[in-house]
């Protein structure tokens, strides 16, 4: 291939993947977070690392590979370790009269070509693909992927596990004498933790029953059932995981809270352990906080263009209050960080309240609440108001005091962001006015509310075209017109998603933004549903159409937004 002139930049700017002023957004998020360019133009969803490697690809005249559709010969994978191949990220491809192609994601990276060359002894000639699809392709090439290594890890546990109580009871010892130093305790816990991570979990449940410990974890919001160890490892299990968040192991009645900091590979994360009695034994959830989850911009939280552009508008104001509404797990938190991440600027002053601190903002001054020293939301904020902050962000709107500090710190010239628990955006006007405070206050201080849900999304490797019936469009109320337009995708499940057919998630959202006529309701405490019909009249789109656009467009299926959202009369 010839090499052609030009930067992968001018390329894709060429090829109209990205635009010059998308390129220059992505430049001064490069600068600002002082990550490589490439980089920031997929956190901002302007290109896909399949786009920007092509065009690397293109640039260098090397060739582009797509591995998922690649076999590579056993005789060829044997030319290199599993360890080389991992720590570098690369795959061999071909081996030519003793010239040996191999994968790579960064053409540039002249260091780890040379180290190739030095460790195998042969001609080199590289080829490039997404790091990403570098690394799925070791775990397929490599004896077994990321789950069937480890089932086998945990079978040879759970064998020698057996084989090391059984031992123990030999000797006269119970279920709370087996150590939980021991190597088989401790190897367990870190395989749980290494293939949560692994397979993207966002939290590990142990949970003992009469007769065995069940293992779950939670990817992309739906728990999967791990294989689970011998009940007798229970009480070495628990302390275990104890001494890594630095618990009580002796306390059995009450409820327990703690942090692991680990290494997985070359992530850092943190793991917040929630520990609770139950009939059969404590039962512990690992949350696993990672970093990189919370590194994202507004354009990759799945909001649609008239959003996207809204919601810019909006946190761009010198004062109000904007609330983020929904359930546990739905995406409030990472919404309200990439809002802070897109704020986070030298000449801002960030301060928030938070029950606990989940993640580190680099340069936001973030408070822990701590109610047993009496440090809570309402006494957090009037301390913050000293602090003269531009913005502040208050975990959880739980009672009557905080809501109302709240209120009064947008009504003396600060923007505030926090969240509340309630089913939809025009549901929140009247959740404030319910806990006390004045319609006249809610009415002058919130400038928006916004409601969310997450949906799993399709996976991008195993997407094929799907039919749904006509007399399911016309009761999801889908038109014909919208039918025709749409582009309606299912995955049919591979490696690449575990077969479940979905790999991530996105955000359906509800925008509230408060008119005249709006406020004009608050103040008179009108009901819910006349808000609700407001908005809509105004232009809201709701959590449902929202779903069912993304649906029209191959982002969801059908099945998973109508289980996040429901059509209502409204609708």
Request: hydrophobic share 40%; aromatic share 4%.
């Amino acid at each position: 291939m010839a090499k052609r002139k030009g930067s992968f930049l001018e390329i894709l700017v060429g090829k109209g993947i990205i635009g010059t002023e998308q390129l220059a957004e992505a430049q001064q998020l490069a600068s600002d977070s002082s990550m490589k360019l490439p980089d920031a133009l997929i956190r901002l969803g302007y290109a896909t690392g399949e786009d920007i490697t092509r065009a690397m690809a293109e640039q260098h005249g090397l060739d582009y590979v797509t591995l998922s559709e690649v076999v590579v010969p056993p005789s060829v994978v044997e030319l290199v370790p599993e360890s080389v191949a991992r720590e570098n990220a690369v795959i061999p491809l071909a081996d030519s009269d003793g010239t040996l192609t191999v994968v790579i994601s960064d053409p540039d990276d002249y260091e780890t070509i040379e180290k190739l060359r030095f460790i195998l002894n042969r001609p080199i000639e590289t080829a490039l693909a997404p790091r990403d699809s570098i690394l799925e392709a070791i775990n397929r090439h490599y004896g077994q992927t990321v789950g069937e290594s480890a089932d086998s890890m945990l079978q040879e546990f759970t064998d020698t596990a057996i084989d090391f109580t059984e031992t123990l009871e030999e000797q006269g010892g119970g279920e709370d004498e087996i150590d939980e130093t021991s190597a088989p305790v401790v190897r367990l816990v870190h395989l749980m933790i290494t293939e949560a991570v692994q397979l993207r979990a966002s939290d590990i449940h142990i949970e003992p029953f009469e007769d065995r410990i069940r293992i779950r974890y939670r990817i992309d919001g739906v728990l999967i059932e791990r294989d689970s160890p011998p009940r007798r490892l229970l009480g070495a299990l628990l302390s275990r995981v104890k001494i890594l968040s630095r618990l009580d192991i002796a306390e059995r009645r009450r409820t327990q809270d703690g942090r692991i900091k680990i290494t997985v590979g070359d992530k850092e994360l943190d793991l917040r352990v929630s520990v609770i009695p139950s009939n059969h034994g404590q039962s512990v959830v690992m949350r696993i906080l990672d970093k990189d989850s919370i590194r994202v911009g507004l354009r990759q939280l799945g909001f649609s263009d008239d959003d996207f552009q809204k919601v810019r508008s909006l946190i761009q104001r010198p004062n109000g209050i904007v609330l983020v509404t929904g359930p546990t797990g739905s995406g409030k938190t990472t919404s309200l960080y990439a809002v802070l991440n897109e704020l986070n600027t030298p000449d801002r002053k960030i301060i928030t309240a938070e029950d606990p601190v989940e993640y580190y903002l680099p340069g936001v001054n973030q408070v822990e609440i701590r109610h047993e020293i009496g440090l809570d939301f309402a006494r957090v904020i009037r301390a913050m108001l000293r602090q003269a902050p531009n913005i502040i962000l208050v975990g959880e709107m739980r009672d009557l005091e905080t809501a109302q500090m709240g209120i009064q710190a947008s009504l003396t010239g600060h923007l505030v962001f926090s969240t509340l628990h309630t089913n939809d955006a025009p549901g929140a006007i009247t959740r404030l006015i319910d806990m006390g405070v004045p319609s006249y206050l809610v009415a002058s201080s919130v400038v928006a509310i916004m409601a969310q849900r997450l949906v799993r999304v399709t996976c991008q490797k195993c997407k094929q075209p799907v039919n749904y019936p006509q007399t399911i469009l016309e009761a999801a109320g889908i038109t014909q017109e919208m039918a025709a337009n749409a582009n309606f995708l299912k995955g049919r499940g591979c490696g690449h998603c575990q077969g479940t057919g979905f790999r991530g998630r996105l955000g359906i959202f509800e925008l509230m933004l408060m008119s005249t006529q709006l406020r004009e309701l608050t103040f008179n405490s009108a009901p819910t549903e006349v808000i609700r019909n407001c908005a809509i009249s105004e232009g809201m789109k709701t959590l449902y159409w929202d779903g069912i656009d993304k649906v029209c467009r191959g982002v969801t299926t059908l099945e998973e937004a109508l289980s996040v959202a429901k059509r209502s009369e409204g609708d």
